[in-house]
T-cell receptor, first 112, second 114 residues
């Protein structure tokens, strides 16, 4: 059964820092990997989706990489801002199905 | 923009009550999902549906049932609510099974069972 682990569980940085969030998964037979953002008490918003054949995806200050063979993904946030404060969740989709397996998330706090 | 709505943001029920959580999506998506989210446990899939009147069990279906009579609506039913079903419930939908298919989430319903 697929397991997804996110490290660290929580992270606090001053504004302006570049930071990296980590995600690892146990079964490399994935269809794609997604990063989501969740604000307190709210639903999830998709940030980036990387297909299994891709190595990275970029959106603005966000860059996500995927190393399928080693079962790892990173989310890089450049020049962090207080508005980036949220919980970031990694999710993988197995081949042929639409269901996602989620990590428990990294809670990010960016202080002014 | 895809919109997924859930009938209530906050709900308080008594043990033993029958509880209905409603989810509606407006983008003609094939797939719909119900998750619960608990501190320290993350998101866990309860049930999902690939089509009208079709349902599949997720990782934690015990104590829950679902109904999908129309494509845009997916209901989660707690037949006899218990305190251990106090949680945040999130509904999601997705278009199909393509490689870039992503799930769109509703705002969540925080359910408290007393």
């Amino acid at each position: 059964k697929q397991e997804v682990t996110q490290i660290p569980a929580a992270l606090s940085v001053p504004e302006g820092e570049n930071l990296v969030l980590n995600c690892s998964f146990t079964d490399s037979a994935i269809y794609n990997l997604q990063w989501f953002r969740q604000d307190p008490g709210k639903g999830l918003t998709s940030l980036l989706l990387i297909q299994s054949s891709q190595r990275e995806q970029t959106s603005g200050r966000l860059n996500a990489s995927l190393d399928k063979s080693s079962g790892r993904s990173t989310l890089y946030i450049a020049a962090s801002q207080p508005g980036d404060s949220a919980t970031y969740l990694c999710a993988v989709r197995g081949s042929g199905y639409s269901t996602l397996t989620f990590g428990k998330g990294t809670m990010l706090l960016v202080s002014p | 923009d895809v919109k997924v709505t859930q009938s209530s943001r906050y709900l308080v029920k008594r043990t033993g009550e029958k509880v209905f959580l409603e989810c509606v999506q407006d983008m003609d998506h094939e797939n719909m999902f119900w998750y619960r989210q608990d501190p320290g446990l993350g998101l866990r899939l309860i049930y999902f549906s690939y089509d009208v009147k079709m349902k599949e069990k997720g990782d934690i279906p015990e104590g829950y049932s679902v109904s999908r009579e129309k494509k845009e609506r997916f209901s989660l039913i707690l037949e006899s609510a218990s305190t251990n079903q106090t949680s945040m419930y999130l509904c999601a939908s997705s278009l199909g099974t393509g490689r870039t298919d992503t799930q769109y989430f509703g705002p969540g319903t925080r359910l408290t069972v007393l």
